[in-house]
């Protein structure tokens, strides 16, 4: 199918296979009485005025951009969108301020899912994940990175980056998978971590890189789950047999996870509201791109956001994500995590579109492929019912989404 958007209000190419950083992510590439011009799954052209209509055939599909706002297709570059059951029954305690850890050490938070995930079929498994995958297309999603860590034994895990397989096979949005076994300590080894932590480097990482179930690797460097030293075993020892580093750092407590980001040369690390100007230096130097996560600063009720300006000022690359979860964050809207990233990280809106689409391809390296829209790049585009960048800020609580269009198809259409 070839598509013509013409009469482009607002065209938001974020131009640029590279990551992002300081000044020039308020340079969202805008441009203005725009067209964009598909041909099968690629970008063919773009331009400004009537240079649209010599590409026009009788059997090409027009869409009327006037007063639109079109963007790359949103990318989502942290998620543990694979997983069973929720956990509502939580609210009560975060409201009588139990802690993240307290509840974990309670056995609720991440292992009471892993409970859920754990018993499911992977079948019932597939479908559940498949309609979060939905409202995320809906939403502008076009490409997620997805995490296992709901299930803390080798026949879940391997259950879970099956899923992942499945529905980057079948459903429209790309699935990218990361190998996160060491999300928690599973209640079976609550008394041997340290026989969690060999199960993990002996048997789940060779069984999981022979059969090609994961590109990357995580680890939850925190206080209370795993220690620095404990996640440099566990990464350095995936990054022996060829997954690419991505680390949760920092999101509850300083334990100097960013500084091990720099330190392994990770593709990112992710969370950082407790990141160290230290530790900020070091995702500079090292080129690590920050993965943010405001909706979970907010739903864990925080009262303190990542410092998305320190970061850019210092140089980091900074992406935004969801953290679509169970516990933390149980929303699949990326333009949810917009609002969050505005009113409470005081990101701009250029930074903001920046972050969810170039940058957020640079953390799990498909920059090459998409996150703007420039000639021979994947055709992933959404097409927003708002006259500019601003307003689609602006205006939080609704789907502004109109249309997206995924590998050049039209998958969502009002």
């Known amino acids: 199918m070839d598509i013509v958007i013409k009469n ?17 992510m308020m340079d969202a590439k805008i441009k203005g009485d725009a067209y964009v011009v598909i041909e099968n799954d690629k970008i063919k052209a773009l331009g400004e005025g009537d240079g649209y209509k010599k590409y026009i055939t009788c059997d090409s599909t027009i869409i009327d951009g006037h007063f639109k706002t079109v963007t790359p297709g949103l990318i989502d570059p942290h998620t543990h969108v694979v997983y069973a059951g929720s956990r509502e029954n939580e609210l009560p305690l975060k409201l009588n301020k139990a802690g993240y850890i307290e509840i974990l050490n309670s056995g609720g938070g991440i292992l009471s899912t892993v409970n859920d995930t754990r018993t499911i079929k992977i079948k019932q498994l597939v479908e559940e994940s498949g309609k979060r995958l939905n409202i995320m297309l809906k939403h502008g999603t076009t490409t997620v990175e997805s995490k296992s860590g709901y299930g803390l034994n080798l026949q879940t895990e391997v259950k879970i980056l099956e899923v992942n397989k499945i529905l980057n096979e079948t459903h429209p949005i790309d699935v990218v ?89 990770a593709i990112s690390a992710e969370h950082l509201v407790a990141i160290t100007d230290e530790g900020i230096a070091s995702l500079a130097q090292n080129d690590v791109v920050a993965v943010l996560l405001p909706s979970t600063s907010f739903y864990l ?22 953290d679509c979860n169970p516990g933390t964050s149980p929303t699949e809207s990326l333009q949810t995590v917009m609002t969050f990233a505005c009113f409470g990280m005081k990101m701009f809106p250029e930074e903001i579109i920046n972050a969810m689409t170039i940058n957020a391809a640079c953390a799990i390296g498909r920059e090459k492929e998409i996150g703007s829209i420039e000639i021979g790049k994947k055709a992933d585009i959404v097409i927003f019912d708002s006259r500019n960048l601003n307003y689609l800020i602006y205006h939080f609580g609704a789907n502004a989404v109109e249309v997206v269009i995924k590998s050049g198809k039209i998958v969502v259409q009002n």
């Open 177 to 265: 998978s990361t190998f996160m076994g060491a999300h928690a300590v599973p209640k079976e080894y609550k008394m041997d971590r340290e026989g969690y932590i060999e199960e993990i480097i002996n048997n789940m990482i060779p069984y999981i890189c022979e059969n090609k179930l994961a590109e990357f690797i995580d680890c939850f460097c925190e206080k209370g789950v795993f220690s620095v030293d404990e996640c440099r075993r566990i990464l350095m020892a995936g990054e022996k047999l060829g997954l690419k580093i991505k680390i949760h750092a920092d999101e509850v407590e300083t334990i100097n996870g960013a500084e091990l980001a720099g330190e392994l040369k």
């Open 8 to 24: 482009i209000e607002c065209l938001v190419t974020c131009k640029g296979s590279y990551r992002k950083k300081g000044q020039e």
């Open 301 to 322: 009720m925080l009262n303190n956001f990542a410092n998305a300006r320190k970061m850019i000022e210092q140089g980091v690359t900074v992406a935004l994500a969801t």
